[in-house]
């Protein structure tokens, strides 16, 4: 990814952590409200990142998938539910239950994968269509079994959501204690540099591991002999199959592994952002973190970075909220929840524009290889 397009990202964060201190400023130091929005964008970016990593690992071994969305979804339902049901058998411990609910979820998003890639790579339906298959069906199975587990007459819960084990508690790094620490030693207050500091560095576990997914990735796919194989059946499969390498394995067993990481990123909305289901919550997130990932041409950290945009406008919204009768007259537009609901996929549309430049895809991605 080049620079043009990481000054590209910058700015537009820059001018929305800026609209915020503008506005909040007078209420507290302007670098706790920075330290907040930035912990905010990291979080809420979390499932974009891991939507946007399922999308390269599929399209960089050929197989284009829209159907992260509907594995996202898929996950988030059957994660929180083997969440449930686990509660009740550890004696509604959270952590253990939190935890098979998280593998319940990955498994779900990668047996829609692999029906993904039968469907492309042994089927060679259009690729398009077989997406759209999984998000159709990830819908109609999510919302039947919600409505017929918990809401209809009769239902095995009588009507009622049973309670669930929570979500997965924030992991403190206590960052804050070292830089007072050092602070004391030099004879100076940094308190608030401390807790600023702290509000960025504690993120819950799956917020965390999708940052640690992003280099691992990186270093996966550009480092090592299977990102290697898995780049060359997404560019030339021929090629790659003349020198022996198993072209049909390789692109089943990235999709599946991109299934699982948008599994995580379902999980993510059920067990560690709100502990509850609700009918099509992705809303639009798989899109979203397929359009991070053109951005950031096809790597890790470029749609990592595309993710933090689409992350800092939901911050936005979210701080603006917290500060709404401190908005000023003349931007009370911002006051609209609809207008700044908006932003996010506003911001999505100007990066599909390719108005920092071209966008250059694997050469044999979306093409069905014939052997």
């Known amino acids: 990814m ?133 998000n159709i069906l990830a819908v109609g199975v999510t919302g039947f079994l919600n409505r017929q587990l918990f809401f209809e007459k ?51 576990p799956i917020a965390m591991a999708a940052v640690l997914l992003v280099v691992v990735s990186h270093y996966i796919l550009f480092n090592t002999r299977w990102g290697l194989r898995t780049r060359a059946v997404g560019e030339h499969p021929k090629a790659a199959d003349t020198v022996g390498i198993n072209v049909t394995f390789m692109r089943y067993a990235n999709v599946i592994i991109g299934g699982a990481l948008a599994g995580l990123g379902g999980a993510y909305m059920t067990l560690e952002s709100i502990a509850s289901f609700e009918p099509l919550m992705t809303n639009g997130r798989g899109f979203i973190a397929l359009a991070a990932m053109i951005f950031g041409n096809w790597t890790p950290f470029g749609a990592w970075s595309a993710a933090l945009v689409f992350g800092a406008s939901q911050a936005f919204q979210i701080k603006l909220q917290l500060f709404r009768e401190l908005i000023p007259a003349q931007w009370s537009f911002l006051q609209n929840a609809y207008v700044v609901g908006m932003v996010p996929y506003l911001l999505t549309m100007l990066i599909l524009t390719g108005i920092i430049g071209k966008n250059i895809p694997p050469a044999a991605d979306g093409v069905a290889y014939e052997k």
């Not at 330290?35 to 599929?58: D, E, F, H, K, R």
């Not at 830089?179 to 560095?201: F, H, P, R, T």
């Open 2 to 134: 080049d620079w043009k397009r990481f000054g590209f990202i910058a700015l537009i964060i820059a001018v929305l952590f800026t609209i915020v201190v503008l506005i909040g400023g007078k209420s507290q130091p302007a670098i706790l409200i920075i330290s907040s929005m930035l912990g905010t964008t990291i979080a809420v970016a979390t499932p974009l990142t891991l939507g946007a990593l399922s999308g390269i690992y599929c399209e960089r071994s050929g197989v284009v998938n829209i159907g992260i969305e509907g594995m996202m979804l898929a996950a988030a339902f059957f994660g929180w539910l083997g969440a449930i049901y686990m509660s009740s058998i550890f004696g509604f411990q959270a952590l253990p239950s939190l935890l098979v609910g998280l593998l319940i979820a990955m498994l779900t998003g990668g047996l829609f994968a692999a029906l993904h890639a039968l469907l492309s790579v042994t089927f060679k339906v259009d690729q398009i269509i077989g997406g759209t298959v999984i």
């Open 154 to 204: 009769g239902s095995i819960f009588g009507g009622q959501v049973p309670h669930g084990p929570g979500t997965f508690t924030t992991i403190y790094i206590p960052i804050d204690k070292a830089v007072n620490g050092l602070c004391g030693l030099l004879g100076s207050d940094c308190s608030v540099a401390a807790k600023a500091a702290s509000d960025v560095l504690s993120q819950k």
